[in-house]
């Protein structure tokens, strides 16, 4: 799967509000330092866990399922298994027509899901991580693909 630096870039732009699906309380899992720089950028994340239902994850209550959510849902971002992608996608659907992209995490893939979504008009990116596609495509990632924060003039 390829994606035009064009396109992930007005997803990115476009995107308000992220429901991420899989989101960890743990601060070292991907899923919950994806989700914080997300937030950090500005995004509304909506954390959607039912191991941690009635927590609070970066200001937002988690919850169980995309089906609890009753705010317009911009980007559902999977943090899940590739095999349990079909449901989640079509719990996501539900959110059309504000729904507009449908985005699995690095190592998430599902044709199937992705067919069924595009069908509906969704923008579907498999394999790929919001994160770093926002830093590589928004000028933040350094040599070695990290953003160190330090500004130095050493090369």
Same mark, same amino acid.
């Given at each position: !799967?390829?994606?035009?630096?064009?396109?992930?870039?007005?997803?990115?732009?476009?995107?308000?509000? %992220?429901? #991420? #699906?899989? #989101?960890?309380?743990?601060? &070292?899992? +991907?899923?919950?330092? %994806? /989700?914080?720089?997300?937030?950090?950028?500005?995004?509304? #994340?909506?954390?959607?866990? +039912?191991?941690? &239902?009635?927590?609070?994850?970066?200001?937002?209550?988690?919850?169980?399922?995309?089906?609890?959510?009753?705010?317009?849902?911009? !980007? &559902?971002?999977?943090f899940r298994r590739s095999e349990a992608v079909p449901p989640i996608v079509d /719990?996501a659907l539900q959110h059309l027509p504000h729904l507009k992209t449908v985005w !699995?995490?690095?190592?998430?893939?599902?044709?199937?899901?992705?067919?069924?979504?595009?069908?509906?008009?969704?923008? %579907?990116?498999?394999?790929?991580?919001?994160?770093?596609?926002?830093?590589?495509?928004?000028?933040?990632?350094? !040599? =070695?693909?990290?953003?160190? =924060?330090?500004?130095?003039?050493?090369?």
């Amino acid at each position: !799967m390829t994606y035009s630096d064009t396109h992930l870039k007005t997803i990115l732009n476009r995107t308000k509000v %992220v429901a #991420v #699906v899989g #989101v960890s309380m743990n601060p &070292v899992r +991907p899923s919950y330092y %994806v /989700a914080r720089y997300l937030s950090l950028k500005g995004y509304r #994340v909506i954390p959607v866990n +039912p191991g941690h &239902v009635g927590k609070t994850l970066f200001g937002e209550p988690i919850v169980g399922d995309l089906t609890e959510i009753d705010a317009p849902v911009d !980007m &559902v971002d999977i943090f899940r298994r590739s095999e349990a992608v079909p449901p989640i996608v079509d /719990a996501a659907l539900q959110h059309l027509p504000h729904l507009k992209t449908v985005w !699995m995490q690095i190592g998430v893939e599902h044709a199937t899901a992705t067919a069924i979504a595009e069908a509906q008009g969704i923008d %579907v990116i498999q394999n790929r991580c919001p994160k770093i596609e926002y830093q590589r495509l928004f000028g933040e990632l350094r !040599m =070695g693909g990290f953003a160190t =924060g330090v500004i130095s003039s050493k090369l």
